[in-house]
């Protein structure tokens, strides 16, 4: 019989040890769900009852590792470290216990920024689920990797794990840790800038956080739906996201803080405080005790109203911020309408300048030709040069305005650089040697024979360096030098150099000289000329390459401008021809040489006379039959009867035959009419434009080459040129011979000759 009671009694107590754990566990799963909405005051109550039914036993620390996970949920990181240190003892090897430790420790690590540790736990703990094989476990345990990849920024990794923990999270129910796995994917695709898909997430996130009441979920979200909403440009909507989130945030710092959170406050300082008195009991110290611990309360309350105060003004700030944005953005709209205004001023203008600079040089070659006395010849060349000077004027403006407004696109064509700079070394010599200088051109015969690039942008740079070390040179020496650095497969890089033993700039001055308007020293204007954009210029066109303008100079002794440009090699470079002709040495009355130095080729004289026709050398490149121009017809297509005039005469004055037309519409008939080797086309003309015109034409004419000769201005528009069917494009008023070797050339290409 007293067996058989004390095995009822056993019965009993193994049922009061299992009603015990079922109920504990019961209530702390309450206590884990009052915590994740934010209802902090239930939450310590359901902990203070579990406390007292688990008290003696081991389920004690079931309910101190959910007092931690309440610390990490507010954001006390110190308390939840010093709680999980306590209850770490209590906790046996192996158990599912012992994973949630690991789990609230990686949190709590991941948290205070210490990712290795944090990194070595759910290594741990992942090899402790694998035995225990506790799904819910493994699913928190994934949400924490993923998050400690978003923390450290591995965002492809981040994306990938929170995109397949969330299936298992919504599986097991854990909808709290779904609502922060959706929330962690909207803030990757953010930093990755997938700024859709981030805003979907943060829907989503949205949706679950108001279903189970994750009011900082909710927080945090719309936090987040305010940054995506400014990043997408939409203000006004960023603007109503932070409002929600300061109502809300307030509402909680109201309804919560100063009611829940600081009773939880007080209630967990009260406990303290009773332990504590216990200890000063057993040290005879109770009263200091109870002193110190009211000291730390106060302290305490302090603390907290300050936050929260500071919480607030944080709060007001950011929205006062989010109106100054939104202000800002209206001044940069405003100025940016300003600088379009300018920049459409400055191409009508200009296109207004130079149809009567077209007249100016125009009728001055002309008159050139006509073997004006010597008295007039001398005036007739200051006006020529004078128009040319006004018209680098002219295209300098623009070229500034179109790199201030980043207007300015880098093409990638195949090209001679050793062609282009003897080109321009030739093109320039007049100017130098009316300063009694001397230019010579080293170039490396290592550098390939066609190069990938700009090769207008180089011709502009080398020009305004070269003219820079003309003007401020004088009875001196200008070196042009390219020299191949080094090449890498199909790429070479090539350093271009321009020195000259002229005055040279001062130290002081050298930090200014690229920037806009910028002159050496305030007399230079007045002494040598100039807008001071040149170097602005160069300095815009090679940072545009990718590169930096280098300048080494002293007073007196002349300056050194370097820069260093990476080309592409064209697939087909071996095809091309690395033979270029040079210019043949002429002698001149004034015996003045000037040398072309190749390193590996010996110096080559460029001489001039005042016989040499740089327009007549590019009509003679391919040797004609006498009377051949007679036979080529060419179509001016002009409205301006003066511009008329004088490009039928220039062309007349070639033994060119000739015919006009008063705008598109014309032409078009003209074409239908009479066959025409070449036609000459403005673009802006009544009753039919010359883009009109072209469109027409190539629907019945696809052969017959067509150059655009016009005062447009030719920015974004010269593309749209090209697209239409134009063939070349030649800028009013243009330099005579420029003008014949592009007519050459577009009789070349078509095998008009």
């Known amino acids: 019989m007293g067996g058989l009671c004390l095995a009822q009694s056993d019965d009993d107590l193994s049922l009061s040890i299992n009603s015990q754990q079922i109920a504990v566990e019961a209530m702390l799963e309450k206590a884990r769900l009052a915590l994740q909405k934010t209802d902090y005051e239930k939450a310590q109550n359901i902990v203070s009852s579990a406390v007292e039914i688990a008290k003696d036993s081991s389920l004690f620390a079931s309910t101190q590792l959910v007092q931690a996970e309440y610390y990490l949920i507010c954001n006390q990181l110190q308390q939840a470290e010093l709680k999980l240190q306590d209850v770490e003892q209590l906790i046996p090897e192996k158990s599912d216990s012992q994973i949630r430790l690991y789990l609230l420790k990686s949190d709590l690590f991941i948290k205070s920024k210490k990712f290795i540790d944090a990194d070595q736990l759910l290594n741990s703990a992942k090899i402790l689920i694998q035995n225990s094989n506790n799904q819910e476990l493994k699913a928190i345990q994934l949400f924490l990797r993923a998050q400690l990849n978003l923390e450290t920024k591995n965002l492809y990794e981040t994306v990938n794990g929170f995109r397949s923990v969330i299936p298992l999270l919504q599986k097991q129910q854990l909808h709290f840790y779904e609502s922060r796995a959706t929330l962690g994917l909207a803030k990757a695709y953010f930093e990755k800038q997938e700024l859709d898909e981030a805003n979907a997430a943060t829907n989503e996130a949205l949706s679950i956080s108001k279903t189970y009441g994750f009011i900082t979920t909710e927080l945090e979200t719309y936090s987040l739906k305010s940054s995506i909403a400014r990043a997408q440009g939409d203000y006004q909507k960023g603007l109503e996201y932070m409002d929600r989130y300061i109502e809300l945030k307030e509402s909680v710092v109201k309804n919560g803080d100063t009611g829940n959170a600081l009773a939880l406050r007080n209630k967990e300082n009260e406990s303290l405080k009773v332990e504590l008195a216990k200890k000063q009991k057993d040290l005879d110290r109770h009263d200091y005790t109870n002193i110190l611990f009211f000291v730390l309360l106060t302290l305490l309350s302090l603390l907290t109203m300050s936050l929260f105060k500071n919480n607030k003004f944080r709060l007001r700030a950011n929205k006062t911020l989010i109106v100054k944005n939104k202000s800002l953005i209206e001044e940069r709209d405003r100025a940016q309408d300003a600088a379009k205004i300018k920049a459409d001023f400055l191409s009508t203008i200009t296109h207004e300048l130079r149809t009567p600079m077209y007249a100016v040089t125009g009728l001055t070659h002309l008159l050139l030709e006509n073997t004006p006395r010597s008295d007039q010849k001398e005036h ?33 064509i195949p090209f001679s650089l050793k062609k282009r700079i003897q080109d321009l070394t030739t093109s320039l010599e007049g100017q130098s040697k009316d300063r009694n200088n001397r230019l010579q051109l080293e170039f490396d015969d290592a550098i390939p024979s066609r190069i990938n690039g700009d090769p207008v942008k180089i011709t502009q740079i080398l020009i305004n360096l070269i003219g820079n070390a003309i003007k401020f040179t004088q009875n001196g020496n200008i070196w042009i030098r390219a020299n191949r650095v080094k090449q890498i497969d199909n790429r070479c890089l090539i350093r271009f150099e321009v020195e000259d033993n ?62 260093d440009i990476w080309f592409d090699l064209p697939d087909s470079n071996k095809f091309y021809d690395d033979y270029q002709p040079v210019q043949p040495a002429i002698k001149s009355n004034k015996n003045k040489v000037e040398e072309v130095v190749f390193p590996s080729e010996p110096p080559i004289e460029i001489v001039e006379t005042a016989s040499t026709n740089p327009i007549n050398e590019v009509l003679s490149e391919k040797p004609l039959a006498p009377g051949e121009h007679l036979e ?77 000769l016009t005062a447009v201005t030719l920015n974004d528009s010269e593309k749209e040129l090209y697209q239409i069917g134009f063939d070349d494009i030649i800028p009013k008023p243009f330099k005579m011979d420029e003008f014949f070797e592009k007519i050459q050339k577009a009789f070349t290409n078509y095998q008009v000759l």
């Open 502 to 563: 002229g005055k040279g700039i001062s130290e002081e001055k050298q930090v200014a000289i690229f920037e806009n308007f910028a002159q050496e020293e305030s007399s230079t204007t007045r002494e040598y000329g100039g807008t001071g954009l040149g170097l602005a210029i160069v300095k815009n066109l090679v940072e545009l390459m990718q590169s930096d303008i280098k300048l080494d100079s002293k007073l007196g002794r002349g300056s050194i401008f370097s820069f």
């Open 632 to 708: 080529k017809k060419i179509l001016v297509v002009e409205d301006n009867k003066i511009n008329q005039m004088i490009t039928r005469k220039i062309l007349e004055g070639k033994n060119f035959n000739c015919d006009v037309a008063n705008h598109g519409a014309e032409a078009l008939q003209k074409v239908q009419e009479t066959e025409y080797d070449l036609i000459l086309m403005d673009i802006h003309m009544p009753v039919m434009d010359g883009k009109k015109a072209t469109t027409e034409i190539r629907k019945v004419n696809r052969e017959i080459p067509i150059i655009a």
């Open 380 to 412: 007739l060349e200051t006006l020529q040069s004078s128009g040319e000077y006004l018209l680098s004027l002219i295209d300098n403006i623009l070229n500034f305005n179109k790199l201030e407004a980043n207007k300015v696109e880098l093409e990638s």
